[in-house]
């Protein structure tokens, strides 16, 4: 069975940092690409960030030097690290491949 578990999120006062992880079990971890989503109150799911099988990342503009995804095959997680947040960045995160979603996490910015 796959499973997604995010862990990471919480309160943080703009222009701090979190880092958020993903650890996937049931499946081969390496051959998928995986990405962050995440959705504000009121507002649709977006996609944050993506990083392919082969390690090429790609990301959301508004993010784009603030956020850096990335993987760590050995341990079967895909990570979020999040500087210089914004209170626009407070949502649930979620991370994804293929059909499966976490849970999601819950992301605060305010001071």
């Known amino acids: 069975q796959v499973q997604l578990v995010e862990s990471g999120g919480g309160l943080v006062q703009p222009g701090g940092s979190l880092r958020l992880s993903c650890a996937v079990s049931?499946?081969?971890?390496?051959?998928?690409?995986m990405s962050w989503y995440r959705q504000a109150p009121g507002k649709q799911r977006e996609l944050v960030a993506t990083?392919?099988?082969?390690?090429?990342?790609n990301y959301k503009d508004s993010v784009k030097g603030r956020f850096t995804i990335s993987r760590d095959n050995a341990k079967n997680t895909v990570f979020l690290q999040m500087n210089s947040l914004k209170p626009e960045d407070t949502a649930v995160y979620y991370c994804?491949?293929?059909?499966?979603w976490g849970q999601g996490t819950q992301v605060t910015v305010s001071s």
């Open positions: 994804t491949f293929h059909y499966y």
């Open positions: 049931g499946t081969i971890f390496s051959i998928y690409d």
């Open positions: 990083i392919s099988s082969g390690g090429t990342t």
